[in-house]
């Protein structure tokens, strides 16, 4: 295996947004003026823009720096604890001769929430725990991103009520953020039955096939003193309690219930208790956010909201489980250090999102691309998300990049809904393969598996959702 190769095809990546800077002419739409502004100028990126931008992407973006290696320090502080390797030699043994109804399940599972939730960041706290106990069942590294990354993004191809993600694409083409949800829950039980099918085939012809470095993956048995015993419900309890609380405060509860105000109501009531006219929790807890609130759309909300449950955890769980003060910092530092790798390829994808920015040629490709037919052509409009999703990282960015202009072309208004389902499930599936996906690469990091090999495998499973999505996508324009 090569060397560095995920950070080397992240600078690749770089490297391409650079070059277009330089022989794309500036293409972009104002929403003052309502058109678009074509060069033939071009605004070519140069040696010290280009090395002053990472300090643009972490001005904006740190809160991802931030939370992954945060949660390397909740799992360096695990693997100190007896308890945590204890609970995962429990799962293993529990599904010991049926290990493919445990991929099954946690496919099945990540993927729900992923839809229902969105999230979809929020979920590699999990990974490394799922990761570990994938590999102790025999099961390659591969195996285990599939199922982790896969999951995770086929929830976010078929997103039915997790819409926080993509709310921003809603409010600018002015639909229902819950619309088209028959379609929306065909799209995410196809996308989900093609990945089992595929994990567990690939699974079952590799089990008995030794992985590379698989250890590093799997924490050392931790030794206690006999006369003591390994409690394992807390870490159970703790983890489990840290997940819900994260699910409830990314879950758009005013979208999907707006006569649900429960959360809102306690929340108001908290933040306005006072003790001799003081407001307590007020100063205590910042500006914090009612359950709801935290959604991805809210970038500095999320950002305190997640990272702050991830240490919160690893500081209760280490009191439960009484670690020394020296252990305890010692599992963070070594957490965090394993993280940190991960960590920094997430943050250097987003110089795609700012060179793009900064340096604007996609609407000329959008352009081009939306004058080869007439009205909505599903194939056309899948190849300028599926573009856009590489330029610009992200769902919200890559809307704001696109859509505007697009609905200067595309003037028919009951076509948007069908754009927005479009713009999801694409988006998603780009995420599976593109460079640009903040998941996939940091998650290849950490397992160390190169780009190629990833793409070697997933290439199938990407046809096939690809096929399942226009022929989908056909239907509801026939409809």
């Not at 009484?322 to 790798?341: C, P, V």
């Not at 988006?427 to 690469?441: A, D, E, Q, T």
């Amino acid at each position: 295996m090569k060397k560095h190769n995920i950070l080397k095809v992240v600078l690749i990546s770089i490297f391409i947004v650079f070059l277009l800077s330089w022989i794309i002419p500036r293409t972009y739409y104002s929403t003052e003026a309502m058109e678009l502004l074509e060069g033939p100028e071009r605004i070519q990126l140069g040696l010290f823009n280009l090395f002053s931008y990472p300090q643009i992407v972490l001005s904006y973006f740190i809160h991802i720096l931030f939370y992954v290696i945060l949660c390397g320090g909740l799992y360096g502080v695990l693997y100190r604890i007896p308890a945590y390797k204890a609970f995962l030699e429990k799962i293993v043994s529990g599904f010991k001769g049926k290990e493919s109804i445990f991929l099954v399940l946690v496919m099945v599972l990540l993927a729900a929430l992923s839809s229902v939730c969105g999230f979809s960041l929020g979920f590699l706290v999990v990974f490394p725990m799922l990761i570990s106990i994938i590999l102790m069942m025999g099961y390659n590294k591969i195996v285990a991103a599939s199922v982790t990354v896969g999951s995770v993004l086929c929830g976010m191809i078929g997103t039915t009520y997790g819409a926080d993600t993509f709310s921003y694409v809603h409010s600018i083409l002015e639909t229902e953020a819950t619309g088209d949800m028959l379609y929306k829950v065909i799209i995410l039980a196809l996308a989900v039955i093609l990945l089992i099918f595929n994990v567990l085939r690939y699974a079952k012809k590799t089990k008995s096939q030794t992985s590379v470095n698989k250890g590093q993956y799997i924490p050392d048995t931790v030794t206690v003193a006999t006369d003591k015993k390994v409690r394992i419900w807390p870490l159970v309890v703790i983890f489990d309690l840290m997940l819900i609380i994260m699910l409830l405060g990314v879950f758009p509860w005013s979208t999907v219930f707006p006569k649900f105000t429960v959360f809102t109501d306690v929340y108001n009531w908290v933040m306005e208790f006072e003790i001799f006219d003081f407001p307590i929790f007020a100063k205590i807890l910042g500006d914090a956010q009612a359950f709801g609130e935290w959604g991805y759309a809210l970038a500095q909300v999320a950002a305190a909201a997640l990272p702050v449950m991830v240490i919160l955890t690893t500081i209760v769980l280490a009191l439960v489980y009484r670690l020394s003060f020296d252990k305890f910092l010692d599992g963070i530092t070594d957490g965090m250090k394993k993280a940190l790798k991960p960590a920094v390829i997430m943050s250097l994808i987003y110089m795609l999102l700012i060179i793009s920015t900064y340096h604007p040629v996609q609407l000329y490709f959008v352009k081009l691309l939306l004058g080869l037919g007439k009205g909505l052509n599903v194939v056309i409009m899948s190849v300028i998300v599926f573009l856009g999703s590489f330029l610009n990282v992200e769902a919200m960015y890559t809307a704001e990049a696109i859509l505007p202009y697009t609905m200067t072309v595309i003037t028919d208004s009951s076509l948007y809904s069908i754009i927005a389902v479009i713009f999801q499930s694409i988006y998603g599936l780009g995420m599976l393969v593109l460079p640009s996906s903040i998941i996939l690469m940091g998650t290849l990091s950490y397992l160390d598996i190169s780009y190629g090999k990833w793409l070697k495998h997933i290439w199938k499973l990407f046809v096939e959702i690809l096929i399942v999505l226009i022929v989908v996508f056909i239907i509801m324009l026939a409809v």
